[in-house]
DNA sequence: CTGTTAGCGCGTTCAG
DNA sequence: CTGAACGCGCTAACAG
């Protein structure tokens, strides 16, 4: 009823003014660390109540001199793995009583650095970074990052900073495991379907060239570039690129580097009459929500995004709190749906 | 080289000692308000590149009184809608050089008041809220929160907190508009699928009703609900809810109220061996990216999600610097793509 | 043009 | 158990 309709926030002065107290008794119930008489505590809380008094975080870290922030910054929103990666690293930062400190790099490294620029002066306590653009990126930068702030990156393979944290998937033995799937189920025409500007697909590529070569299946042709891997448009460039290779080459599996070109090649191959999986069958990789959206429902390698993101928060918090850097690594599991099958021989 | 090893970032403090000045002195260059002979400039500012010096922002705002912070709350990050509108608040809040303060709610109304209290502590100088669960909370909840700082709603047709602002999409117009695309090539039976939890839904059902009322073609069989609308298991549920639907009424269009649904409405077709566009007619809500995705590409109504976002943002920082509340309504204009065409007669 | 000082809101000594 | 006083990093007001 007495609703100061004061536009101000209540402060510990106000509370303590009202409950006829000094501010360091009010900081002591607020906080509950130093015991209270029970009738002043009383006195306070009542107080506290009447002024809708919430303790201002700022002026607190200010003080104490350590902040319950966390910044993240991602390159894009537009791929859904970035959205499910955030979706885990929310939920850890609210679990832990921080906040998140939200930033976007556009894909673009200037901005990235901005990014964290402004993160710094925002006194974050820690900073997550979800597949930074190293490769554009002096190497400086991190480093020197690292001097100031806990730092965690989330699959990054390009380059390894000292004294940065790191959480990936082991995508080198995801991508074996793919192969091995689609090889025992007598594939042996396998193509491979990858993109630019990651150091995923290269790592990716790798493994398929040990995994054919030492079987004497390996064939440089087999190998398809599209270009930008992770915007909206990599869908219709696959489908595009692909119509093309698989009437070439005569495949009867493809293997992709990320769902949005897994569901490009399912495109692609409906296009062209084929059936999937009865006469091809097709990999995506990543598990974004995408690959249970499509008819039939993608066959793909599950990277465990929420894991990437709660794994990520753990680390830096341990390392806020004075621990090591620790550099955890993901096993991708395979998610058997509709899109893979036997192979039934040429077709 | 005189690399201060120190853990402790720098402060106007050390600066100032080290540029052999006050700390007003280092202060007024680094804001750039007041005049300052140039040969101490110079001395602060080689100072300050010496220490790597990052003005505390925290400690700026706990001083001036005013925050730079603005803090955005979302039901879920699973429905790219979300996403994009997202993408455009924080473009627009970084044009502006304040910062986002990120909250997921995961569609739980509890959780959604217990974000923006975070941001009170935060001390927030506005929030956003996307799609706001009001059907849930204590209509006084957002009646306080607007008491203590600016807010506005984006696509909050539920009820109406005076003090708030809102930034919507006109969903009655553009259901007509989609209506009236649909019969303008010929169709008069026409599915409509909707959800739960939403009064967009409800909106789009109110001018459904009328417009085919009004033409004597209202059945009300041909509304079918599906359920939850925002998850990733809408496209499924809608799939197998809508293949009986289809062979049942026969209807030679269908309109759905989201795209998640128009997918599962293509896919539910697909399985019914019907062609799209050429048997039935399918139009989906919203325009995320999966409307571009699947094969044949989703007609659909375009939300604007980025122009959602950047209004949202220009409207709260209007009201942050003391203008009024603002309700801005934008209308969603037709994507005529792959799945609607003339109608055949009966199939 | 520059230095000194007060105070933003808070928690924590240190005295009582 | 409680209160007074200090300082976190910064900017504005006021002197010089």
Redesign the interface.
Known sequence: MADE?NKK?ATVVDVARLAQVSVATVSRVVNGNYSVRPSTKARVTAAIQQL?Y??????R??NLQHST?IG?VVPS??N?FF??V??GI??AV?EQQY??????A?NDPQQEMDCI??L????VAGIIVISPNTAHIHADFYA?VV??TPLVFINNGWQQIPGASYVDNDERQGSRAALEYLIGLGHERILFVRGVNSDSYTVKEEAYRQVMGARGWFDERFIVNIGEGNS?ST??RT?DMLQAAVQDLQPTAILCCND?MG?GAL?AC??LGLDVPGDVSIMGYDNI??S????PKLTTMDQNMQELGRNAVQVLLARIKGGKTQHITLQNTLVDRETTGPCKGSF
């Not at 906040?99 to 976007?104: D, G, I, M, R, V």
């Open positions: 309709t926030n809708h919430v303790p201002n975080v700022q002026a870290e200010l922030t993240v929103l537009y859904m959205a499910e955030i979706d929310e939920g609210r906040s998140l400190l939200f930033n976007c556009k620029r402004a710094f002066a925002r006194n020197d001097k100031r909206v869908v219709d489908h949005l569901v495109n409906q296009s929500a995408l249970r959206l499509v008819v």
